[in-house]
């Protein structure tokens, strides 16, 4: 009798001739079947967080300068832990996040994050130099905590704030993305209740395996600029500009992109060899998630994939009822999750997902004219299900955006409406430099001691601070409604970034000829239902836009133009909150005082120990 062995090689022989003339006849070969799915750092792990419990997540991360070439130019670098853009952070809602920052940098700097809640008592872990901190000055480092609701999830990001010149260090890199992915009990609120009558162990065994069957990744897309942000920023405010907003360089995906060095007429250092194309997998047997957040500092980037669409799911961290379109607008500052589905006959397996600017947004061309960029998607495997869509629209509509939890779209009625004017001047009292302004204020932070810090504080040319309070008229005796209407009389865009809250937005309107303000005597008619949640929107070009927001966290809440030249040059404004009668002064960036005397002490000696 042949011993064992011989069975077996004879076995494994067979198998193999089995398995190659099956190779020949598939048309595609078994090598992309077996062979191990190619995974990059912006790709998510949903299942790590979705079935665990609530933890203490603690996190480093090293600032430091480092010459790097994301498309090809060299350029000095902000990097987080070397990396550019900075590391993904993953967590669940009811973590408790521990970062401990050490700037490395030569300059200081705060971190913020952007569309957090931060639960009461916690507004001096927003990270907003000159209101709820100081700075973090060079050689030294900063803890904060940062405690995520158990209701809030999405796709969300961290920024950080130069001080000397405040926000462009954002121009340089320092950024990266937050995601929060729901518990098991709200991600189950999700999916259609098709297993409710299997026992735990099934369910939880099919979460997960559902869960594996989802690539969700991250892209970060936005414009790029060639010079250091605090060259941007110089030359925005000197003569040469004449207030114009410097156009970027570039377009980058996940801090890549090709430049074309021939293009530029500036003093570049180039090497056509160091920049590429963005290449990212989808795998088509499974269902495909892009978290898209627009990091930028000045283009809306509008976004299409060839040959499919984007259904989209998410808008800055509020889940929304499904929309399909053909192109997707985001503004920096926002994020938009979309599954990508195709939509066409095509069978090939590399699309194109292009990327654009509009040029009408800028006062002079580009004089390397590549601000319509390319990365390139190709697929795992072939033979993704076609889905046949009957209601797509050509581009997202962002007032008609729907939550998708039917008791969020109750819309209360408003306490009060605070009117704010927006606008860039060039005076001769600030040396005809452009300054942006609201309501005559132009915002320039005390890095020595923050607005939260203090115990006296009001209004002034520098820092207007809007006080919100309860009273006898409101209708929670623990929040403040307030219609917020931003009346934009310049003839560019611009997206406008709550801290702390999140607010409704309810109507926009544009003028074909004139300034486009807001009429006292013609107030418009506006949704009695609520629309989705937001924290970044856009005020049209010589138009205006009405937002409702609950402010109910008590703390010194930031809202501010997000073009970072608009906030560096002052286009900022803070919100306060008391119980005393209101009064209301707005400046492109102004504070919301919110309840102040409700701040806890703890708080308050929070932002002052900052400064130490």
Not at 177 to 194: N, T, V
Not at 263 to 274: E, F, G
Not at 529 to 557: E, Q, S, Y
Request: contains cysteine; hydrophobic residues 40%; proline residues 7%.
């Amino acid at each position: 009798m042949p011993p064992a062995w011989k069975y077996a090689a004879t076995l494994i022989f067979l198998l193999v001739v089995l398995l190659y003339r099956l190779n020949l006849k598939l048309r595609t070969p078994l090598s992309a079947f077996l062979a191990p799915v190619e995974t990059s750092r912006f790709q998510l792990s949903p299942s790590s967080h979705t079935l665990r419990s609530e933890a203490i997540r603690i996190y480093d991360l090293i600032l430091e300068e480092e010459v790097l070439s994301p498309n090809g130019v060299q350029k000095t670098v902000f990097t987080m832990n070397g990396l550019y853009p900075g590391p993904t952070i993953e967590a669940r809602s009811g973590d408790l996040l521990v970062v401990n920052v050490y700037n490395r940098l030569s300059e200081a700097t705060s971190l913020h994050w952007h569309g957090i809640r931060h639960p009461a008592g916690q507004n001096s872990q927003d990270g907003a130099a000159g209101v709820t901190q100081c700075p973090i000055q060079p050689g030294s480092n900063f803890t904060y905590h940062i405690h995520l609701s158990s209701d809030q999830y999405g796709t969300f990001w961290r920024a950080l704030s130069s001080a000397r010149n405040f926000s462009t260090q954002l121009a340089d890199g320092l950024f990266g993305a937050l995601i929060i992915h729901p518990p098991d009990r709200l991600a189950g609120e999700l999916r259609p209740h098709q297993d409710e009558l299997r026992s735990e162990g099934i369910r939880r065994h099919k979460r997960a395996t559902e869960s594996s069957s989802v690539l969700d990744q991250v892209m970060l897309i936005g414009d790029w600029y060639h010079r250091s942000g605090k060259e941007v920023s110089e030359w925005y405010q000197s003569l040469r500009s004449h207030g114009n907003e410097p156009v970027p360089d570039a377009i980058l995906n996940n801090g890549q992109q090709a430049f074309n060095c021939s293009k530029s007429i500036a003093q570049i250092v180039c090497d056509p060899r160091q920049g590429r194309t963005p290449v990212f997998k989808l795998h088509l047997q499974h269902k495909n998630i892009i978290r898209f957040i627009n990091p930028g500092s000045l283009a809306e980037i509008h976004l299409s994939l060839d040959s499919h669409l984007l259904r989209v799911v998410e808008a800055d961290g509020t889940q929304i009822r499904p929309v399909v379109v053909k192109e997707l607008s985001i503004a920096p500052g926002q994020r938009y999750a979309v599954e990508v589905i195709r939509a066409g006959n095509d069978q090939t397996c590399e699309f194109w997902l292009r990327q654009r600017v509009d040029y009408e947004d800028f006062k002079y061309p580009s004089v390397s004219h590549i601000l319509y960029s390319f990365s390139m998607i190709s697929s795992y495997r072939t033979g993704m299900l076609l889905l046949t869509l009957s209601q797509t629209d050509e581009r997202l509509d962002p007032l008609s955006l729907q939550p998708l939890d039917r008791l969020a779209r109750l819309l209360p009625l408003a306490d009060n409406v605070v009117m704010m004017y927006v606008t860039t001047m060039i005076r001769t009292a600030t040396g005809n430099k452009p300054f942006g302004y609201v309501n005559q204020t132009t915002w320039k932070p005390n890095l020595t001691n923050p607005v939260l810090a203090r115990s006296d504080f009001t209004s002034s040319s520098k820092e207007l601070i809007v006080p919100l309070n309860v009273s006898n008229t409101s209708i929670s005796p623990a929040s403040v409604v307030l219609d917020i209407i931003v009346n934009n009389l310049e003839d560019g865009p611009h997206p406008f970034h709550l801290h702390g809250h999140h607010f409704w937005p309810l109507y926009t309107y544009k003028a074909a000829m004139g300034a486009g303000s807001y009429k006292w005597d013609q107030p418009p008619t506006l949704p009695t239902t609520a629309p989705a949640l937001r924290d970044t929107f856009v005020i049209p070009a010589k138009g205006h836009a009405i937002f409702r927001v609950t402010f109910d966290t008590p703390g010194m809440w930031l809202f501010h133009c997000h073009v970072l030249v608009h906030l560096h040059s002052g286009q900022y404004f803070v919100v306060q909150s008391c119980d005393s009668d209101s009064f209301f002064r707005s400046g492109m960036a102004m504070i919301f005082d919110v309840l102040s005397d409700r701040i806890p002490v703890e708080d308050r000696k929070n932002a002052a120990d900052s400064c130490s």
